[in-house]
């Protein structure tokens, strides 16, 4: 048992990432330090779902210099499923511009409030009742 655990020890790395990023998330009062968290939880998704898609001995699914047909058959086990790999790509970019977006609206808010302190922005906004 305690083999099995140390030998995916990968996985217990994107958990401990993943729980890191989600207490800045719920734990922190600064805006900036929930963003950084956000983007660590996303990279710990990332990491994993490209993790999960290795297989030993495997190669890319690339057909290249041979005559695949009439009959014969393709040996799918030794070749890599590249969808993963894809979707997570797509996530970067995603994430990219999620961290963009925020950014640019804390800059906004900042502008606004003269803080990133989460606590001090409810109590103008309740002081002031905007």
Same mark, same amino acid.
């Given at each position: 048992m305690l083999d099995y655990v140390i030998s !995916?020890? =990968?996985f217990w790395i994107y958990v401990i990432l993943m729980m890191i990023g989600l207490y800045a998330m719920i734990g922190k009062r =600064? +805006? @900036? !330090? !929930? +963003? @950084? *968290?956000?983007n660590i939880f996303q990279s710990a998704?990332? +990491?994993?779902?490209v993790s999960i898609s290795v297989k %030993? *001995? %495997?190669t890319v699914p690339i057909l290249s210099g041979h005559s695949y047909g009439h009959g014969e058959l393709i040996e799918v086990a030794k070749y890599l499923n590249p969808l993963p790999h894809v979707l997570m790509l797509t996530a970067i970019?995603?994430?990219? %511009?999620t961290t963009g977006v925020a950014l640019a609206t804390l800059i906004l808010i900042y502008r606004r409030y003269n803080t990133l302190e989460e606590d001090e922005i409810l109590k103008i906004r309740r002081d002031t009742g905007v």
């Open positions: !995916k020890y =990968n =600064n +805006l @900036i !330090k !929930k +963003l @950084i *968290g956000m998704v990332i +990491l994993f779902y %030993a *001995g %495997a970019v995603v994430s990219i %511009a």
